[in-house]
């Protein structure tokens, strides 16, 4: 099982570029999320989907926007890249909807760099 | 969400247990503990959870208070590869707006 997979996992930026982080699970699991880490600190949240179909706002959405394609994958688009949006991205996917253990697994990150 | 307290850093011998604790006195009726850890430049891992009784798996060992206010999170004899971020994480589980808010975590070094 690859479990959660991110792509890519590292990525150069200049600013003002756009760029989408991938996401997909392969445990069909019902929520999705992305956080962001930066040095130092814990993970925040960024946007969320408790299942396919709904996204919602998590702790720090502002310079992002998301897609929940489909159940597996759970895409994070930057549509004008600042040097602030540079930090680890994580996604994670967790089975949700009310009868999961609520356990996150978690990809390998993305580190992204705005120049 | 509960607001926690952890002990920034923690260190302990390897092969000795290690006991982090975790003050989560807001916490709500529904509310589980969970806890997680991450490894350098890693996802962060899930350990083990629990809402009132103790619980242990193979990984570690949660024990919370009778009156659900704190826990410890107990790895019975620590490994190098145990150094890592420890998150205690109150949260409702599973229902459908679930999600984990991270905070600083302690930071557990197992010297040799």
């Known amino acids: 099982n690859a479990g959660v997979t991110q792509t890519p996992k590292f990525q150069v930026l200049k600013t003002g570029q756009s760029m989408t982080l991938q996401c997909a699970q392969d445990?069909?699991?019902?929520?999705m999320y992305w956080y962001r880490q930066d040095p130092g600190m814990g993970l925040r949240l960024i946007y969320y989907?408790?299942?396919?179909?709904?996204?919602d706002k998590g702790e720090v959405p502002n310079g992002y926007n998301v897609s929940r394609l489909n159940k597996r994958e759970f895409s994070l688009r930057l549509e004008s890249a600042a040097p602030s949006q540079t930090s680890v991205y994580f996604c994670?996917?967790?089975?949700?909807?009310?009868?999961?253990?609520?356990?996150?697994?978690f990809g390998e990150g993305s580190r992204l760099t705005v120049l | 969400d509960a607001k926690t307290t952890q002990p920034p850093s923690m260190d302990c011998a390897e092969g000795r247990a290690a006991n982090l604790p975790c003050n989560h006195s807001?916490?709500?009726?529904?509310?589980?503990v969970y806890w997680y850890r991450q490894i350098h430049s890693q996802g962060p891992q899930y350990i083990i959870h629990?809402?009132?009784n103790n619980e242990t798996n193979e990984m570690a060992s949660l024990i919370i208070t009778e009156d659900r206010k704190s826990s410890t999170l107990i790895l019975p004899h620590a490994t190098l590869r145990d150094t890592a971020v420890y998150y205690c994480?109150?949260?409702?589980?599973?229902?459908?707006?679930?999600?984990?808010?991270f905070g600083k975590g302690t930071l557990l070094t197992v010297n040799p």
């Open positions: 994670a996917s967790s089975p949700g909807g009310g009868g999961g253990t609520g356990e996150l697994f």
């Open positions: 445990m069909n699991h019902n929520s």
């Open positions: 989907s408790a299942s396919e179909g709904t996204t």
């Open positions: 807001t916490i709500s009726g529904n509310e589980y």
């Open positions: 629990g809402l009132k």
């Open positions: 994480i109150p949260t409702n589980s599973g229902g459908s707006n679930y999600k984990l808010t």
